[in-house]
């Protein structure tokens, strides 16, 4: 009977702890099943066994090539553990009671040896037609550490058999094709999503994947959104889980360096609202999973956190309460679906879109019930994180990106209403170009006959409001006037007048305020006037025209955003539409 270590001596090292060579490691895939620890011992087997003769793997063989990549991507722990179910498994195979045969690699040897895994009939009393057999074998895992990226890149960490056909995996799950593992030569691969989170996407069309539950479909692909999952290739069931070292700050940021090329990003993406899944309880909504980002935001009346779904698609998920006010949690609904359909037969998306509406109460039967409302695109950054000022040049840049997706509002006769550096996202923003999208667009206005009529204190945001916006009647200008102010925040670095309330509604309490807003806003206009005198300056002083100013030329009719744009040097001309004034895709698009 073969020797064996005492149960007590038996310990769980931890693969990625300091001194662990997967100590780096993104994630890590640690076999699960009996089929799969006991294929496991086996690769290791065959990792630490010498070539034929006596010589080492430095003697360059197609086998010896395959060895030498694939330890750069899997742990073992040194000492053999007791498995019963892997003992009983191979009792099974030895007994003709499984379909496959056990591979060249068993033996019966000490675990001393470098040798393959030991059945051995353990110490304590057992009857003679049903021995109880112990098998000692190799345990570990295989891991991603992104300072030994796959030969690939581009392509990921593939796993698959030890011969593979086209390239050498860097994850070998077997040793041989045996109906017990059902691997095919490269069976699915692990890469990197633009997200941050890690991938796997089936590649055989034959071979058998699935995660969580979900079986994948040839070039398939789901996104580990939790911090463990489970996962089957073939008949060999893994656990997936994200490390420690995943979630620290050095790791993001290497994350983030190694994804740019990937994606030809030309610059290191923003992970923050995608970090890596921690431990712990995860949110579900629907099919979106929650990141651990945090609320991202607050706007018409619900708070904001950012979700993913199983292939990696990223959305805001606005969450609101049905208590407060159903009947107008149903019109911003409506509102949404109408411009997600013009923005879709568009091609658009320079404006946040209804992906879908989700409620935990279908029959609307609960009044405390919560509706979620799931936009996309989702944009990592908001204009207002952007630190101010910023320089002319950039500033015109987004200007431009803002007038041509309001224009777009404008085209299709809806005021957005509500502009603003939070209701801004962005995707890039550099000296040649801006990427935006235009959000909280539930509370936009239909304006079919150009203008609508005030509704001073219910929509807006004071020092945003044009002057005219809660005196009477409003046009499409308005949201031109709240562009120029976010111009001139970002140019001067703070907002050009800031008041509690707006000096531009009826009553005595408001009107008092209007001196002190003339005295700031000719300010401005002198600063403007002197310091920019160029098309970006000359803009953003007609942007901010309005009837009450002191200045003749300030009082002057406010131009439309393609008026603007013009001035700007950027205005595309485009037939006139029978439905209203002509629309133009921005170049920006997709």
């Not at 020797?3 to 038996?10: D, F, G, K």
């Not at 993913?308 to 159903?326: D, H, I, P, Q």
């Not at 952007?386 to 007038?403: C, E, F, G, N, Y």
């Not at 002191?550 to 393609?562: G, L, T």
Request: net charge neutral; glycine share 6%.
């Amino acid at each position: 009977m073969a020797s064996s270590p005492a149960r007590s001596e038996v310990t769980n090292e931890d693969p990625t702890g300091p001194l662990s060579s997967a100590s780096h490691a993104t994630i890590t895939i640690t076999p699960h099943n009996a089929e799969a620890r006991l294929a496991f011992s086996e690769v290791v087997d065959w990792l630490v066994e010498k070539s034929q003769g006596g010589q080492d793997d430095n003697h360059v063989s197609p086998g010896s090539e395959a060895r030498a990549h694939a330890v750069n991507y899997i742990w073992w722990s040194p000492s053999h553990v007791r498995d019963p179910e892997v003992g009983k498994l191979m009792k099974q195979m030895n007994t003709g009671h499984l379909s496959s045969s056990p591979s060249s690699s068993f033996s019966h040897s000490s675990p001393a040896d470098n040798s393959g895994p030991v059945v051995a009939q353990e110490d304590y009393p057992a009857t003679a037609s049903s021995p109880d057999l112990a098998a000692y074998i190799r345990t570990g895992c295989y891991y991603i550490d992104l300072r030994r990226p796959p030969t690939n890149p581009a392509r990921g960490w593939t796993a698959g058999r030890r011969e593979g056909r086209k390239w050498q995996n860097e994850f070998v799950l077997c040793l041989e094709n045996s109906a017990l593992h059902g691997i095919r030569q490269h069976h699915g691969v692990f890469q990197l999503h633009e997200t941050g989170r890690v991938l796997l996407r089936k590649l055989s069309d034959r071979g058998f994947v699935e995660m969580d539950g979900d079986v994948l479909q040839p070039r398939e692909l789901r996104v580990l959104n939790r911090y463990s999952s489970f996962i089957r290739l073939g008949q060999l069931k893994y656990e997936v889980a994200y490390t420690r070292f995943s979630n620290t700050q050095e790791h993001t940021e290497n994350l983030s360096h190694y994804i740019q090329p990937i994606y030809g990003h030309s610059s290191p993406p923003d992970l923050s609202s995608t970090p890596t899944p921690a431990a712990g309880s995860t949110i579900q909504v629907g099919q979106w999973t929650l990141t651990n980002a945090g609320t991202v935001g607050l706007g018409g009346e619900g708070r904001v956190s950012v979700a993913v779904n199983k292939t990696g698609e990223v959305v805001a998920l606005k969450r609101m309460s049905v208590l407060k006010n159903r009947t107008a949690l149903q019109r911003r609904q409506n509102t949404l679906e109408t411009l997600t359909r013009i923005a879709n037969a568009a091609k658009n998306q320079l404006i946040v879109r209804l992906r879908e509406v989700i409620t935990d109460d279908p029959r609307a039967n609960n009044q405390t019930a919560d509706v979620w409302f799931a936009l996309t695109p989702f944009a990592p950054r908001i204009l207002s994180h952007w630190k101010a000022p910023v320089q002319p040049d950039m500033v015109q840049t987004m200007a431009v990106s803002l007038l041509e997706a309001v224009d777009f509002l404008h085209a299709n006769k809806w005021i957005h209403g509500d502009i603003k550096l939070p209701n801004i996202g962005i995707h890039h923003w550099n000296l040649d170009k801006a990427s935006v999208v235009l959000l909280d667009t539930e509370d936009a206005i239909y304006a079919p006959q150009g203008f609508a009529l005030s509704t001073p204190g219910c929509s807006g945001t004071v020092g945003w409001l044009s002057p005219e916006r809660e005196m009477g009647q409003f046009d499409y200008t308005t949201d031109v006037w709240a562009i120029g102010v976010a111009a001139l925040r970002m140019l001067l670095g703070k907002h050009p007048w800031q008041f509690s309330v707006n000096p531009w509604r009826e009553g005595k309490e408001f009107e008092n305020y209007r001196e002190r807003f003339h005295t700031e806003y000719d300010r401005v206009t002198r600063v403007m006037a002197s310091n920019y005198p160029g098309e970006l300056g000359t803009a953003i002083l007609q942007m901010i025209r309005h009837p009450y100013a002191h200045a003749e030329e300030q009082s002057k009719k406010r131009p439309s955003c393609r008026e603007v744009l013009e001035v700007l040097g950027s205005s595309e001309t485009k037939p006139e539409r029978p439905d209203g004034p002509s629309t133009k895709r921005s170049r920006l698009d997709g």
